[in-house]
C-alpha cells in the first residue's frame, strides 16, 4: 500500500497505467470494429456476380438467422457474461489486494482468443464464434480492473487528462496495427500470399500478440492491488454483497446516482454503434465500383485518427466548460449523427459520418470514465467495486442494445431503422444529464 501510495500521480506510474490502451485496443479496433465483421460477412453474405447481396441467412445449432442477429446475440450473451463476472472477480480482487492477477487472466484469454479466431469457418462456425465470445469477455472483463486503477494512480485533477491519454495512446496503437493488416490485405500478393483470406486471418494472431506484448510494460509498473488480506470461502460473493453496498451509497450520493443513470442510457447507444457500425456499412451502403472492404477499413482508420484529436479537445473543454456540460454537448452531437446516418447511402457520406462520429467517440468515452472517477466519495478505498458497479450497468446497457439491434434486423430485414433508436437514446442520455449538479466535477 505505501510503495503505492508513494508512486500516485508520478508521470512513470501514469504513463504504464495509460499504455494499457495503447495494448489492449487492438483488439477493439482490429476484432470489433474492422477486419472481423468484415470478414464475418464475406463468410456469411452469398453475393450474385454482380455484387447483390441475395442471401444473409445463417445456420448456427440448427436454427437459421440473419447473419447480423446471430453476431448481435452472442455479442449480448458474452456481455452478460462479463455484467455476471465483474461483480464476482473485482469483489474478490478488492478484498484480497490481487487485482493486477485478473486483470492478466482476462487479458491473456482474450488475446489467445484472438489467435483462435484464425481458425474461424462456416463448417466449424461454432469454434469461431467461441473464440469472438471469449476474446469479447476478456477484453471487456481486463478494462474492469483496468478502468479501477485510475483513483489508485491518479490524483482528481490528473484523471481527465491521463484518461485521454490512455485512449489517446490506444487510438494511436491500434491504428499502427490496423495499417498494417491492412497493407497485408491490400498487397496480399506482395507479401507473398494468393489471396486475402490468409493475411485476414493473421490479423487475428498479430492483435493476440500485440495485445500480450506490449501489455507487459503495464503489468511491470501497476501496483498489485489496495488490500491484503486472506482469501476464504466466504469472499466468493463479496463481489455481489459489495455492489449492494455501493449501490446504497451511491442512492446517497445525488449527483453521482443521476449521472449513472444518464451514462446508462448515452453509453448504450454508443457502444452499440461502434460494435455494429460495419456491418452498416456492410450491408446499407451502395459501394459501386470501390471496393467495400478497403472502404470501410479506411473508414474505420479515419474514426480513430481524428478520436485522437477529440479526446484531446474534450478534455479542454471540460477544464473549461465543466464535465458534466461537456457531455451534454456530446450527446446532442450524437443526435445529430443519428438523424444524419439514417439517409446515407453513399461512402462519402460514411466517411463524413465516421470523421464525426471519431470527434465524439474518443472524448465521451475518456470524459464519462473520468468524470465518474471525480464524483466518487473522496475516502473510497473499494475502488474496483465502484468501477465494477460502473462497467456492469454499462455492459448491461450493451446487452439491451445488442438485443434490440438483433431483433431489428431479423423483424425489418434492415439495420437502419436502429438507428433512429439509438438517436432517442442519446436525446434521454442529455436530459438526464441536465439533472446533475454540473458544477459537481470540475
Same mark, same amino acid.
Given at each position: &500500500? !505505501? /510503495?503505492?501510495?508513494?508512486?500516485?500521480?508520478s508521470k512513470?506510474l501514469l504513463?504504464?497505467?495509460a499504455f494499457?490502451?495503447w495494448?489492449n485496443?487492438?483488439?477493439?479496433?482490429?476484432?470489433?470494429s =474492422?477486419?472481423? %465483421?468484415?470478414?464475418y460477412?464475406?463468410l456469411?453474405?452469398i /453475393?450474385d456476380?454482380t455484387g447483390?447481396?441475395?442471401s444473409d441467412?445463417?445456420?448456427?445449432?440448427?436454427?437459421d438467422f440473419?447473419n447480423?442477429?446471430l453476431?448481435?446475440?452472442?455479442t !449480448?450473451? =458474452?456481455?452478460?457474461?462479463?455484467?455476471f463476472?465483474?461483480p464476482?472477480?473485482?469483489g474478490?480482487a478488492d478484498y484480497?489486494?490481487?487485482?493486477?492477477?485478473?486483470?492478466?487472466f482476462? *487479458?491473456?484469454?482474450?488475446a489467445?482468443? *484472438?489467435?483462435g479466431?484464425f481458425w474461424f469457418?462456416?463448417?466449424?462456425?461454432? +469454434?469461431?464464434?467461441?473464440?469472438?465470445f471469449?476474446a469479447?469477455?476478456?477484453?471487456w472483463g481486463?478494462?474492469?480492473?483496468?478502468n479501477?486503477?485510475? %483513483?489508485d494512480?491518479?490524483? %482528481?485533477?490528473?484523471?481527465?487528462a491521463?484518461s485521454?491519454?490512455?485512449?489517446?495512446? $490506444?487510438y494511436i496503437?491500434s491504428?499502427?496495427?490496423?495499417a498494417? *493488416?491492412?497493407? &497485408?490485405?491490400?498487397?496480399?500478393?506482395?507479401?507473398g500470399?494468393?489471396?486475402e483470406?490468409?493475411p485476414?486471418r493473421?490479423?487475428?494472431?498479430l492483435?493476440?500478440?500485440?495485445?500480450? $506484448?506490449f501489455?507487459?510494460?503495464?503489468?511491470?509498473?501497476?501496483p498489485?492491488?489496495?488490500?491484503?488480506?486472506?482469501?476464504?470461502?466466504?469472499?466468493?460473493?463479496?463481489?455481489?454483497k459489495?455492489l449492494k453496498?455501493?449501490?446504497n /451509497?451511491?442512492?446517497?450520493?445525488? %449527483?453521482l446516482?443521476?449521472?449513472?443513470?444518464a451514462?446508462?442510457?448515452?453509453?448504450?447507444?454508443?457502444?452499440?454503434?461502434?460494435?455494429?457500425?460495419?456491418?452498416?456499412?456492410?450491408e446499407?451502403?451502395?459501394? $459501386?465500383t #470501390?471496393?467495400?472492404?478497403?472502404g470501410?477499413?479506411v473508414?474505420?482508420l479515419l474514426?480513430?485518427?481524428?478520436?485522437i484529436?477529440g479526446?484531446y479537445?474534450?478534455s479542454?473543454?471540460s477544464?473549461?466548460?465543466?464535465?458534466?456540460?461537456t457531455?451534454?454537448g456530446?450527446?446532442?452531437?450524437?443526435? $445529430?449523427?443519428?438523424l +444524419?446516418?439514417?439517409?446515407i447511402? #453513399?461512402? +462519402?457520406?460514411?466517411?463524413?459520418?465516421? !470523421?464525426?462520429?471519431g470527434?465524439?467517440?474518443g472524448g465521451?468515452q475518456?470524459?464519462?470514465?473520468?468524470t465518474?472517477?471525480?464524483?466518487?466519495p473522496e475516502?473510497?478505498?473499494?475502488?474496483?467495486?465502484?468501477?465494477s458497479?460502473?462497467?456492469v450497468s454499462?455492459k448491461?446497457?450493451?446487452?439491451i442494445?445488442m438485443?434490440?439491434?438483433g431483433y431489428? =434486423?431479423?423483424v425489418?430485414?434492415s439495420?437502419?431503422?436502429?438507428?433512429?433508436?439509438?438517436g432517442?437514446?442519446?436525446?434521454?442520455?442529455?436530459?438526464l444529464?441536465?439533472?446533475?449538479n454540473?458544477?459537481?466535477?470540475n
Amino acid at each position: &500500500m !505505501a /510503495k503505492m501510495l508513494a508512486a500516485k500521480g508520478s508521470k512513470k506510474l501514469l504513463n504504464a497505467w495509460a499504455f494499457y490502451d495503447w495494448a489492449n485496443s487492438v483488439y477493439n479496433l482490429v476484432v470489433s470494429s =474492422a477486419i472481423f %465483421p468484415i470478414f464475418y460477412g464475406a463468410l456469411t453474405l452469398i /453475393k450474385d456476380e454482380t455484387g447483390t447481396v441475395v442471401s444473409d441467412r445463417v445456420e448456427f445449432l440448427g436454427i437459421d438467422f440473419n447473419n447480423d442477429t446471430l453476431v448481435s446475440y452472442v455479442t !449480448a450473451a =458474452a456481455f452478460l457474461v462479463v455484467s455476471f463476472l465483474s461483480p464476482l472477480l473485482s469483489g474478490i480482487a478488492d478484498y484480497v489486494g490481487n487485482k493486477k492477477v485478473f486483470m492478466k487472466f482476462f *487479458c491473456y484469454l482474450g488475446a489467445l482468443s *484472438c489467435i483462435g479466431l484464425f481458425w474461424f469457418n462456416l463448417e466449424y462456425l461454432w +469454434f469461431g464464434l467461441l473464440c469472438y465470445f471469449t476474446a469479447l469477455i476478456g477484453f471487456w472483463g481486463s478494462i474492469v480492473f483496468y478502468n479501477s486503477y485510475l %483513483p489508485d494512480i491518479a490524483y %482528481p485533477e490528473q484523471q481527465d487528462a491521463i484518461s485521454a491519454k490512455g485512449y489517446s495512446f $490506444g487510438y494511436i496503437g491500434s491504428v499502427i496495427l490496423l495499417a498494417i *493488416c491492412l497493407a &497485408m490485405i491490400i498487397k496480399y500478393d506482395a507479401f507473398g500470399f494468393e489471396d486475402e483470406g490468409m493475411p485476414t486471418r493473421l490479423s487475428f494472431v498479430l492483435t493476440g500478440l500485440w495485445w500480450i $506484448g506490449f501489455s507487459q510494460y503495464t503489468y511491470y509498473h501497476l501496483p498489485k492491488g489496495n488490500k491484503q488480506e486472506s482469501f476464504t470461502k466466504d469472499i466468493f460473493f463479496n463481489g455481489f454483497k459489495e455492489l449492494k453496498l455501493i449501490w446504497n /451509497k451511491i442512492k446517497q450520493n445525488v %449527483p453521482l446516482k443521476r449521472y449513472l443513470g444518464a451514462f446508462f442510457v448515452y453509453s448504450m447507444a454508443v457502444q452499440t454503434i461502434m460494435l455494429v457500425a460495419t456491418y452498416f456499412g456492410i450491408e446499407e451502403l451502395d459501394w $459501386g465500383t #470501390t471496393d467495400s472492404t478497403t472502404g470501410l477499413i479506411v473508414s474505420i482508420l479515419l474514426i480513430q485518427i481524428v478520436a485522437i484529436l477529440g479526446a484531446y479537445l474534450t478534455s479542454k473543454c471540460s477544464a473549461k466548460f465543466g464535465n458534466i456540460s461537456t457531455l451534454i454537448g456530446l450527446n446532442i452531437i450524437w443526435i $445529430g449523427i443519428c438523424l +444524419f446516418a439514417y439517409f446515407i447511402t #453513399t461512402p +462519402f457520406e460514411f466517411y463524413i459520418t465516421a !470523421a464525426i462520429v471519431g470527434l465524439v467517440m474518443g472524448g465521451i468515452q475518456a470524459l464519462s470514465r473520468s468524470t465518474y472517477s471525480k464524483l466518487l466519495p473522496e475516502n473510497a478505498v473499494d475502488t474496483t467495486s465502484y468501477f465494477s458497479f460502473y462497467d456492469v450497468s454499462e455492459k448491461i446497457g450493451i446487452v439491451i442494445g445488442m438485443v434490440a439491434y438483433g431483433y431489428v =434486423a431479423q423483424v425489418t430485414g434492415s439495420i437502419r431503422y436502429s438507428i433512429i433508436f439509438f438517436g432517442l437514446f442519446f436525446l434521454i442520455g442529455m436530459v438526464l444529464l441536465t439533472r446533475v449538479n454540473k458544477k459537481a466535477p470540475n
